[in-house]
């Protein structure tokens, strides 16, 4: 079945540094891919997506390429403030309709 | 943006008794909500798939007795926890699908602790 891996936390990091945070998929077919964030004590917030191979999505300084060579989505930003410390979620869909399936989330810390 | 509600926000409730929560879709119609639990954390398990006027459908392992959903219209959809005991204590989130993208919108979530 469909599956998503993403690097254990928490992750921590200082003012201003280069981030990366690793997410490989398993899947059949051509899912989306998700990456969803949790800011502390609020909801699910949908931070960027792709939909198909090659396709990159991007938002808030974050980005993450659709790699289908190698099952992967990672999430990247150049330069990260205090205010991304959260919870990071990798996710993928099927389609329509279809459930998300999660990853575990990595808990990001960044340090002023 | 799509908004999506839930209420109420936390609950506290004594072992024994039910918990209804509500997920509202605020801007658009929902064909497709669904049921998360989250422990902490944790990841983001899904329960559940309501669809309208349909039954839902549960996940392997989700007890369909003790979790009923009940989506009542293309904005409603509730979760009742029957006969709440303190491991049912979580973090319930749900979300709504919006055509025509289909994309999924999800409520802030409901803390329940069963004392």
Same mark, same amino acid.
């Given at each position: 079945?469909?599956?998503?891996? #993403?690097?254990?936390?928490?992750?921590?990091? $200082?003012?201003?540094?280069?981030?990366?945070?690793?997410?490989? /998929?398993?899947?059949?077919?051509?899912?989306?891919?998700?990456? /969803?964030? #949790? /800011?502390?004590?609020?909801?699910? #917030?949908?931070?960027?997506?792709?939909?198909?191979?090659?396709?990159?999505? $991007?938002?808030?300084?974050?980005?993450?390429? /659709?790699?289908?060579?190698?099952?992967?989505?990672?999430?990247?930003?150049?330069?990260? #403030?205090? $205010?991304?410390?959260?919870?990071?979620?990798?996710?993928?869909?099927?389609?329509?309709?279809?459930?998300?399936?999660?990853?575990?989330?990595?808990?990001?810390?960044?340090?002023? | 943006?799509?908004?999506?509600?839930? %209420?109420?926000?936390? *609950?506290?409730?004594?072992?024994?008794?039910?918990?209804?929560?509500?997920?509202?879709?605020?801007?658009?119609?929902?064909?497709?909500?669904?049921?998360?639990?989250?422990?902490?954390?944790?990841?983001?398990?899904?329960?559940?798939?309501?669809?309208?006027?349909?039954?839902?459908?549960?996940?392997?392992?989700?007890?369909?007795?003790?979790?009923?959903?009940?989506?009542?219209?293309?904005?409603?959809?509730?979760?009742? *926890?029957?006969?709440? %005991?303190?491991?049912?204590?979580?973090?319930?989130?749900?979300?709504? *699908?919006?055509?025509?993208?289909?994309?999924?919108?999800?409520?802030?979530?409901?803390?329940?602790?069963?004392?």
């Amino acid at each position: 079945g469909n599956s998503v891996t #993403q690097m254990e936390g928490p992750v921590t990091l $200082s003012e201003e540094a280069f981030l990366t945070i690793n997410c490989t /998929y398993t899947a059949t077919g051509y899912p989306s891919l998700f990456w /969803y964030v #949790q /800011y502390p004590g609020e909801g699910l #917030q949908l931070l960027l997506k792709a939909t198909k191979a090659d396709d990159k999505g $991007s938002n808030k300084g974050f980005e993450a390429t /659709y790699r289908k060579e190698t099952t992967s989505f990672h999430l990247e930003k150049g330069s990260v #403030q205090v $205010s991304d410390s959260a919870v990071y979620f990798c996710a993928l869909s099927g389609g329509r309709d279809d459930k998300i399936i999660f990853g575990k989330g990595t808990r990001l810390h960044i340090l002023p | 943006g799509a908004v999506v509600s839930q %209420h109420p926000s936390r *609950v506290i409730c004594k072992s024994g008794t039910s918990v209804k929560i509500e997920c509202r879709s605020l801007d658009f119609q929902a064909t497709t909500m669904f049921w998360y639990r989250q422990f902490p954390k944790k990841s983001l398990m899904l329960m559940a798939t309501s669809n309208e006027g349909s039954k839902a459908t549960y996940e392997q392992g989700v007890e369909k007795d003790k979790f009923l959903i009940n989506h009542a219209s293309l904005t409603l959809s509730t979760l009742t *926890v029957t006969s709440a %005991h303190p491991e049912d204590s979580s973090f319930y989130i749900c979300s709504a *699908v919006r055509p025509p993208a289909y994309e999924q919108y999800f409520g802030p979530g409901t803390r329940l602790t069963v004392t």
